[in-house]
């Protein structure tokens, strides 16, 4: 519509400044990094959150189609089509068999893991084992199976749509946050996940992690540079975990000779129940329902509530309803119509029967929180605070027992229970993208469990002369090592050797559900050929490092291989009989192969034992040249491999393909929506009192027989019709319906159209008077652009009369001869010449220094001359201003 134009100096100078920021805006964006979008997922047993970061745009969490701040983590696929969220889990009591639930559960594991046997205990998918690596595969049906790792792409390709609808560009980068007990395995597949989904993952996140960090954000103020620390205890739906964090500032040196000031976060231990969780008291409470329905109607039914798969489905999804209701009330009513053989089930349920039936889980409570304080050989003394996270805790027994355990005074919630984890972990996406200029917050993160290499020693003669070698065991990184840690290790050897990675000193509670320990087995190859080559030229026995890496997403991998050869030359002495004792700051001690572990220290020098460590004399002068030569490394996975390339370019593919197939889908129901929705307001559409004043009869009723046709056609044949042939009738519909459409627009903004007009005329001539006629200052316009601008008036208003007079003589219903557009486009004339005008600035006078007589002229002269820094100053007038401007 028309903005009325108020024709003054103060708008000229607003319309400038709007246009100005506008273009401001629209330069940034050109100038801005494409894709500079991040976003993180929360991934949960029961729900996933979508936090997004883009430039202009807040932190936030991403609203789902149903409007959403959080998902269902489940999925359903029929046939063809896929089926997310809230949707799914109604469709899961259909079709129990091809809805995937709860899969956090069970991803990096071993088909005939234990985890997985209680998974199909609770859920009716069939499992199978993959041929190649072990893992599972969900049995889709007949003829298709999925493993773990697509199902899991499938959400977070649809998590990234979701994201991509808000931020209308594409993303790629994701942080993703993991329990803090996950391990290689676990870690690896959610990468692998990641990676099919067509996300690069900036970096897994432990979930406390990720909370500590949305905590320090929201609490910056708050922190001194005496350590505070806060338990963050999380009992989501599949597990309960703690993490022991502390906080504290620090004043560090900023750019020139300013300091700024740094929090530091240091996870320092954590505890966790992988079974502890809200999923489990939906298990028992389902259970209980079960019972009591074949407890009503008992010799009357087929077969057993347990055998029916679909009713057993919607008993969970009933019995979670129940104990939400009961955290917050003391009874309620379960109820499901026909829930199994066309039987009606209800059923009252007090919180205490509910919290008869947990009675042991309430005990493991203190579990975490305990083993949080034991691995920091710390007190709940020395803890300010136990916040609490996660829906487990909202159970009223459970939040009883946590107060009874740290105290109710040192019980917080001072965070989002359900959000802070995907805002912490979006927050770190954004810092480490380097597209976003963050709070700075240094943080420091743990692993969870040690990891130890394994190797042989070279062969040596032993003192009944065989030749024997050792096996010695090394703990590379410690429990609660840093993430983001590299270290290297240094060997003396002469020929290629193997070493394996794996988890160590795993106490038996950990290893009954741990799984494989075993991570990889490296080959270090050439070092044979190195020494072969260079015999004859006088080196020493080479040293060979290798370094290895804990990522930041607890990822242990090994990166290179170098070896170091160091050459001899003799200068005016004879060399030295003994070797030379080559130390390194980043070699690892050899330990014999014992139930005793040592761990290396970071930054100790050590010696390799069996090495002759006899220093030279210092009398001996040898000169030395060192050489770095890389050698071949292969490392081959095992315990659970990563999937192949193979694998994963297949996965991609048939996902592509489901996306497609999606696309075209979602395309023809929203071709198909469109038509119907035309249908349907056209009968609105054509009583409309200025439709039928701007239409005749005959176009009216060629419209709604058009519109009749496509009613029967959409109902009946065209059910199953292609997008092509919905969008070709939409077309032909429209095309009816434009000219009457543009008619009557035209006659509804006609009349504002003109007022605006004759206004701005008016008001520029008001405008040009008032300059004519000012006597308070010299007047900088000339008349000849005053004239020029009052010629551009009086040509619009000529032809505005004109066009007045001959739209008065023809009839509604005939295409407008004055039309909005043209009286816009004279609009802009008028503003155009008035710019001209109203921004014309005055000439800069300068002002003469007043006259003086001779002798102040001199002493002015001489004082000068005699003053190199003095200066004549110039001074302007501003000259006065129009009132009106």
Known sequence: MFRTLTFTLTMIKTLFFILGTGFLLTTLSILSISEAAVIAVDYGTNWFKVGLVKPGIPLDIVLNSDSKRKTPSVITIRGEERIYGTDAVNLGARF????????KQIIGRLADDKYVQAYQSIFPNKIIPDPLRGTILFQHNETTTFSIEELLAMQLSYARELAEATAHESIKDVVITVPPYYNQFERQAILDAANIAGLHV????????????????????????????????????GSTKASLISFKTVEMKDVGRFNKTVINMDVISIGYDKTLGGQEIDIRLRSYLAEQFDKTYEGKLKKSIFKSPRAMTRLLKEANRVKQILSANTETVASLESLHEERDFRLTI????????????VKRVNGPIQDVLNNAKMTLANVNSCVLVGGGVRVPVIQSKIKEIV?????????NGDEAAVLGAAFRGAGLSRQFKVKEIKIKDIASYPIKVDYESELKESEDGSMKNKIFRTILFDEYTSVGTRKIMSFKRTSDFNFSINYGNLNENILDDFGPTDIATAKVTGLSDIVKEHNDNGIEQPKVKVTLQLSDSGIVSVIDAIATIEHQTISDKIKTFFGVNNKSDEALKEVPFSDEESTPSDNASQSIPGENNTQTNDTEQIQKKTESIPLNLEVEYVGIKPMGINEKDAAIRRLRAMDETDHRRRAREEARNNLESFVYNMQDFLSDQIVIKVSTDKQRKELETKSSETSEWLYGEGEDASIESLRTRLHDLRSLEKPIVYRRDEHTRRPEAVDTIQSAINNTREFVEKIKANTTGERYHTDEELDKLLNVCNKAEKWLDEKIIEQDKIEPHVDPVLTTADIERMLREIEREFIIVATKKPPKKKVTPPVTNDSENTNNVNNTDSDPKSTTTHVEETPAKHDEL
């Open 407 to 415: 105290g109710e005074d040192k019980i917080a919630q001072n965070v």
């Open 350 to 361: 007090t919180r205490s029967e509910l919290e008869a039936m947990i009675v042991d889980l």
């Open 96 to 103: 129990p068999f091809n809805t995937y639930f709860s899969l």
């Open 202 to 237: 900036l970096s897994l996140i432990n979930d406390e992690t990720a909370v500590g960090l949305n905590y320090a954000i929201t609490h910056f103020s708050s922190f001194t540079e005496e350590p505070q620390y806060h338990i963050f205890y999380d009992m989501g739906a």
